[in-house]
C-alpha cells in the first residue's frame, strides 16, 4: 500500500517540493501544516485532500476557515504552534516531514517521535537546539529519523548496510560556499540581502539561502551531523563543493571514500526519505555526465566566515551551546533580512553569544526555549 504522510511547512520551497514527490509516487497526504500562506494551503488541500490542516498564525488561519466554511469534506482546522504540534503527535500517518523553519520546528519533531512515527526531518534545527532530547525520544519509542537534508541524505545512502556504518572514521560534509564564495571580510561589508538570496545553485527558502551565504548552514549541518551519525565534531570536515554534485561523503577504517552524487534537486533526498528504505522511479532529472566538465574541491574560510567557527565552538562546548547558536542566527538573520544590520554583523553576534557562556551540561526542553530567548535577547542588546 502507497504510504501515508503528514507534512509539516507544505507551502514553502521543501514543502512544495516534496508534495511534488509525493504526487509522483501516489501518496496519500493526510494532514498539511503552514505558517500563513492560505492561498497556496486551499490550493494544497484541493489537490490532495487532507483529512487535518494546522495554522500557525491565527489571522491566516481564520482566513482559512472562512475560505473553507460549507465545504462538503472540509478537512478539520487546528490553530497555532500548539496546533502543528498537536496535528505532529497525532501518530495517523506513516512518516511525518518536518519542514518548519526554525526552532518552531522542534516541538513537533518531538510530538511525532513520541507518538512512535517516523520523522523525515528537514528541519535541522530540532536537532541543533535539541539533540539530545530528539535522539533520545527516538530511542524510546522505535521512531526513526530519516534525513531530509541533501548532505545528511548523502551520508545516509553511504551508510546502508551494516557493515558501513561500523567502520565509519570520517565525514566529509560538503558546501556550495553560497553566493560569496572567495571573497574577503572587506568584499562582504556592503553586501545586501539581494545579494546574498542569489545562491548560485539551490533554489530555497530566503532564511537557509542567507545561512548558506553566511556558511552557517554548513555550521548547523556539522552540529546535525554529530547527533544523526554519532560521531565527534572533529571527525566532521567541511568541504567546498562549488558544483553541488557530490552532495557528501563518507570515509572508512581503510581510508576508502564513498560518496554521493545526484543534480542539485531537493525532491531527491525528500524521495529517499519517504521511499526508504526503498528506491522508485522520482521526478527529478538525471545527472548527465556528458556535460559535467569538472568537479572541484575548496577549503571553508572559517577566518572570513564565522558563522562556521562560531557552530564549531558551539558543539564542542557541548549543552545549550549550539540552541545559543541557533536562536543567535535566527534573529540576526531576521534583522538583517529587515535591512537593520549589515552582513558582517550576522557572524559577529553569533561568535559573541557562543562565546558568552560556557554552556555545557544536560538540559529539559524548557531550557531549550529559554536559551533561544536568551540568544535573541543578546543579539537585541548587542546591536552596533
Known amino acids: 500500500m502507497a ?6 511547512g507544505s507551502t514553502g520551497s521543501i514543502g512544495t517540493q516534496s508534495l511534488d514527490v509525493a504526487r509522483s509516487q501516489g501518496y496519500e497526504v493526510r494532514a498539511l501544516a503552514a505558517h500563513s500562506s492560505v492561498e497556496k494551503l486551499l490550493e494544497q488541500i484541493e489537490e490532495f485532500h487532507p483529512r487535518y490542516v494546522a495554522v500557525a498564525d491565527p489571522g491566516a488561519c481564520q482566513k482559512l476557515k472562512d475560505a473553507l466554511a460549507g465545504r462538503a469534506n472540509a478537512p478539520k482546522v487546528l490553530e497555532g504552534a500548539e496546533g502543528i504540534v ?9 512518516v511525518v516531514l518536518n519542514a518548519v523553519v526554525g526552532i518552531a520546528g522542534l516541538g513537533a519533531t518531538l510530538a511525532a517521535l513520541e507518538s512512535g512515527c517516523d520523522v523525515a526531518l528537514a528541519n535541522k534545527e530540532s536537532l541543533v537546539t535539541g539533540g539530545y532530547l530528539v535522539t533520545k525520544a527516538a530511542r524510546d519509542h522505535g521512531a526513526k529519523l530519516l534525513p531530509v537534508d541533501s548532505e545528511h541524505s548523502a551520508i545516509f545512502q553511504c551508510l546502508q548496510d551494516a557493515h558501513s556504518a561500523k567502520a565509519l572514521t570520517k565525514i566529509l560534509l560538503t558546501a556550495s560556499g553560497g553566493p560569496f564564495f572567495g571573497m574577503k ?20 527558502g530566503a532564511k537557509i539561502t542567507i545561512d548558506s551565504a ?3 548552514n554548513k555550521g548547523l549541518e556539522l552540529i546535525e551531523a554529530v547527533w544523526l551519525f554519532d560521531l565527534p565534531p572533529e571527525k ?34 525528500i524521495q529517499y526519505a519517504l521511499t526508504w528504505p526503498e528506491r522508485a522511479p522520482g521526478c527529478a532529472p538525471e ?14 574560510d572559517e577566518e572570513t566566515f564565522r558563522c562556521l567557527a562560531a557552530c564549531k565552538k558551539a558543539i564542542a562546548k557541548g549543552g545549550l551551546g549550539p540552541c545559543a547558536a541557533n536562536g543567535a542566527n ?27 557562556d560556557s ?3 544536560g538540559y529539559t526542553l524548557a531550557d531549550v526555549y529559554e536559551c533561544d530567548r536568551m540568544a535573541r535577547s543578546f543579539v537585541q542588546s548587542h546591536l552596533t
Open 236 to 269: 566532521v570536515q567541511v568541504v567546498v563543493q562549488r558544483q553541488s554534485i557530490i552532495h557528501s561523503m563518507v570515509q572508512f577504517s581503510d581510508n576508502s571514500i564513498l560518496a554521493q552524487l545526484g543534480v542539485p534537486d531537493m525532491r531527491i533526498p
Open 185 to 204: 571580510k572587506e568584499e562582504l561589508a556592503g553586501k545586501t540581502k539581494a545579494d546574498a538570496l542569489k545562491h548560485p545553485n539551490w533554489n530555497m
Open 3 to 8: 504510504k501515508s504522510i503528514t507534512l509539516l
Open 287 to 300: 545527472l548527465d555526465f556528458t556535460t559535467l566538465k569538472s568537479i572541484t574541491f575548496d577549503v571553508a
Open 359 to 361: 554552556f555545557g551540561g
Open 214 to 216: 553566511t556558511l552557517m
Open 86 to 94: 498537536t496535528l505532529a503527535g497525532m501518530g495517523e500517518a506513516d
Open 330 to 356: 535566527e534573529e540576526a538573520v531576521r534583522l538583517f533580512l529587515e535591512d537593520k544590520i549589515g552582513f558582517l554583523d550576522i557572524g559577529r553576534l553569533v561568535e559573541a553569544v557562543v562565546d558568552s
